[in-house]
């Protein structure tokens, strides 16, 4: 009975203190959210210029792409040399959330794949950035556990803010990119614990990076048909399609990364005989249009008509990058790989060309990555609040036909998809 | 050996199998939604339609609130004879998609609660619609648990599509509605499995209610200025105080219920003694602006300044309509309560009326219901994209600082909430 009471009264005495100690929380968040906002957006903004820069200088001097070989050398070697430990990259990041160790991540892990990701832009590889904005935001918020002797449920949340923060200012998508660090660890769960960490720390993150004086590219406002049975039939077919791309791409970028690790024991090599193999594809392709993020190619598949074959050019290429050992993120190349896939399935379904662009654009990144409501979100906030309800279905629907498996091999199943 | 080679087998030929699996799945949940969407819109529609034209007749005769001790005994009345199996309502809900029992919800459930949410409102007691609607939604749902044979596990899924359903169609926002269903049973949650159905099941009622004419309030498409350190400040602090009037309605609902069922042995009498109480309250207010929805009033709240005591009223009245036992929803009110509130708080935060509005009208919402993520989605149908960053911070503060109870009291603590 004592005890209970005891209990009892702690708990009485719990609840009158709990607006303290809810303020005290939110405090101390908003001031570790504030750090790694301002250090992620800061990181994101000097990438996303030193990104520009090269992409431009490639663009300008095409003849570039002959290093390919060499820079994937390059690339090859500073992991070897340096990154043995964060050569897994967003997986890393993934296990350290799922189960936090005492290891905190390197801080060479940032300026590692900060560098290696522009050479890869530079020389002519098809990648992307999100992967390095969360891992230079992750690993540069790791680095404040220590100097804040943070816990390891508290390190986990850091860790969901610093990924948050890079997502957010990469895209200039604060919301998606609060719900992408919450989401992308464990399928079919969101970590509400970071809740407000991880938006605090994505809205002042984009915010710095706007004030850096970043701009994001500006996608067209998507205005939408009126719901009926054809739509709405034909969202769910090409939630479908996409979802296979997802799959696609999936199974690609892994088959092409465990061949190369399994046939070219000496690292360095992989992405010098990968940049080999891309160099021919591109001279044989006659263009440049399928390397680097891809962007012009993006924007116009919400104009005109491109080829219908454009998204497994880019499947193809973007698997050869990434599986051979090049660095860069793998969302860019999704954008790239649903909105040409929308655009292709343009003359066969009853929807506007733009929505369904827009759709692909967001929806196969969302079955690859397992990221549903993140991705609904940032059709949201790329196309406007009316393009929700399509994304939303194609987003799901891509999600449930991707399969448990996706581009984080890391990733545990946290609820069945079906 | 043998068993394990037979495992192995067997998992590759489910994951062969796995396309058609999933699109038996789909096929299903389409069937089971589009039945679901289909009643619950068109429910929806009719508990609208009934309710447009009760408000209309009582505002055209305002003295039928004399009539409110007799409709409060004749719900009562209604509830004791017809419905105490139903008269726990969303948290009657809460707790069979929590742990789906062998106990189908009664059918009466459906019109029980039409019946006397129609009557609060025609005798002008101070509620909302969508407890009602989901309420009809769920129970109505559930009737196809026999028809079509469903375990447990499917049960708790089409029970989350009657509330998706009801929820969307009410309000025509079909992404609330699919996360408000996922996100309501349990604190910190989503309950992802039912993600594909719950989302169908929102936006084919969404689409049936529009069907049948409904049309719901406009609300201003709300411009939101530049984030700064004043402007970010601003909405955390009026987070906070979205968080208080949520607390303080939480703790009047429960308070005025448990003081009527405690002193009023025979329930029948308690919405009739709830009644005459209110009808004095209102007399002496001299005004009927806090009964019923309340709708004129919300939308006032976004264009002219307001009485700053306005919430407070109408968390006393609302607290004892449905605290002594009349009939309805916490959510319309809980609009009324955060719009008033945001419109008061406006001489005081360097924040644009309409936002402070629209950000109330979500977050007192979020903090009471605690349902964050459903709340953002809510203000982005509402009042477009761009208020999507702030409504997020204000119902995410909103929704920590709510602590761990809400109005539905049998919500149990997934995550905690810091």
Not at 102 to 115: K, Y
Not at 145 to 164: A, E, F, N, Q, W
Not at 328 to 354: K, Q, R
Request: with cysteine; hydrophobic share 50%.
């Amino acid at each position: 009975m004592p005890f209970s009471f005891l209990k009892n009264l702690s708990s009485k005495f719990g609840q009158r203190r709990q607006p303290v100690v809810l303020a005290l929380y939110l405090g101390r968040w908003l001031l570790i959210s504030a750090l790694v906002g301002a250090i992620g957006g800061s990181a994101s903004a000097l990438f996303l210029v030193l990104l520009d820069a090269v992409t431009e200088y490639r663009e300008a001097d095409p003849w570039i792409i002959w290093f390919l070989p060499a820079g994937g050398f390059l690339v090859g070697w500073l992991y070897h040399t340096w990154g043995t430990t964060s050569a897994a990259g967003n997986n890393l990041l993934i296990q350290e959330i799922q189960k936090p160790t005492r290891h905190l991540l390197p801080w060479v892990m940032a300026p590692l794949v900060l560098g290696c990701t522009l050479i890869t832009h530079l020389v002519g590889g098809s990648a992307g950035r999100e992967g390095t904005a969360a891992q230079m935001g992750g690993a540069l918020a790791d680095q404040l556990t220590k100097l804040l002797r943070l816990r390891p449920r508290d390190r986990r949340t850091l860790l969901i803010c610093g990924v948050s923060a890079g997502f957010a200012s990469v895209f200039g998508t604060p919301l998606a990119g609060t719900v992408f660090a919450l989401e992308f660890s464990t399928i079919g769960k969101i970590r509400y614990q970071a809740l407000v960490p991880a938006l605090l720390a994505a809205i002042i993150a984009d915010g710095v990076a706007t004030a850096w004086g970043v701009e994001h590219t500006l996608y067209p406002t998507i205005e939408v048909p009126a719901l009926t049975v054809w739509t709405f039939g034909a969202t769910l077919l090409a939630g479908i399609c996409f979802a296979l791309a997802a799959r696609i791409f999936s199974w690609a970028s892994h088959n092409v990364a465990a061949f190369f690790q399994k046939q070219v024991l000496y690292a360095p090599l992989r992405p010098a005989l990968g940049g080999g193999l891309l160099l021919v594809c591109i001279v044989l392709l006659g263009t440049t249009k399928y390397i680097g993020l891809g962007i012009p190619t993006i924007v116009a598949a919400f104009e005109t008509p491109l080829p219908p074959y454009d998204f497994l050019i880019k499947i193809a290429l973007t698997a050869l990058t990434l599986g051979c050992g090049f660095k860069g993120g793998e969302v860019t190349p999704l954008f790239f790989i649903g909105a040409t896939l929308g655009n292709a399935l343009s003359p066969w379904l009853p929807l506007p060309l733009e929505l369904l662009v827009g759709m692909g654009f967001v929806a196969v990144f969302a079955g690859a990555a397992n990221t549903p409501l993140a991705c609904t979100l940032m059709a949201i906030e790329l196309f406007g609040a009316p393009s929700g309800v399509y994304a939303a279905m194609a987003c799901v629907v891509a999600y449930l036909f991707s399969g448990h498996t996706g581009i984080y091999g890391s990733q545990i199943i946290g609820n069945s998809k079906n």
